[in-house]
């Protein structure tokens, strides 16, 4: 569950984020998200 409020985190910051700086930190959040659920499977 906690991954899937990181991830909403994350899309909001990269869709949404007041500065460049917030925007980079969703789209490196998203990606690193995205890694951890594809080394499980």
């Known amino acids: 569950m906690s ?9 909001e910051e990269l869709a949404r ?3 460049a700086f917030r925007r980079v930190l969703g789209a ?3 990606v690193l ?3 951890g ?3 499980r499977a």
């Open 3 to 11: 991954r899937v409020a990181l991830a909403i985190w994350a899309y």
């Open 17 to 19: 984020g007041t500065n």
């Open 28 to 30: 490196v959040v998203l």
């Open 33 to 35: 998200v995205a890694k």
């Open 37 to 39: 659920l594809a080394d």
